[in-house]
């Protein structure tokens, strides 16, 4: 048997977007051919199955995350001139038509983390390294005097984050741009403040 052959990226950011719609128990295989224009034989003789499938999308996802965060934090800025842009295109993402595909780690991270352990490991070290990258940028921020105060960059990523997780599951229900945009200006506020 001959491997299928197709652009592997195209096919795993599309099988993101179908698992971050539905939620990955209510994606089908037919949801999956449609969204990935592979037969589920060549999804299952490239994946073994639509968990192997999830597995590789959320390997992909990291990638793709991580190339986004390289693109917000590599120039030469003052870092919270970056962290402000950063937490604008989260903001951006979740007033989007497509607010329910913003994050495909939280989506699973509410659906599968407790029933797979896999899964559950590949979404801690992902969320883990997010927080670390993060809180290297805090620190870098600390170092240059940009932030002054009590708090460590540890404390302030972990902050970050957790009003990052608030603003997309916020957004679920109340995704108007205005309280959005206000919310997101609250949290960097606070951030800022010593």
Known sequence: MRNAEFDREKVLRSAMI??????????SMQDLKAATGLHPGSIYCAFENKRGL???????YREDRAQEFQHFFSAERPKLVQLKNYLEHVVQECISCQAAQ?????????????????VQAILIENITNWQTSIEGVFSQ???NKELVGERSAAQLSRFFIMGI??????????????????????????????
């Open 102 to 118: 913003a994050c495909l780690l939280i989506k699973a991270l509410n659906e599968l983390a407790e029933q797979d352990d896999e």
């Open 18 to 27: 179908a698992f971050m719609d539905k939620g990955y128990a209510k994606t």
């Open 141 to 143: 921020a600390i170092a």
């Open 165 to 194: 997780y608030g603003l997309r599951t916020y957004a679920q229900t109340h995704p108007q741009a205005d309280v959005m945009h206000e919310l997101a200006e609250q949290l960097f506020s606070d951030l800022c403040q010593e």
């Open 54 to 60: 999830l597995l590789a999308a959320l390997g992909q």
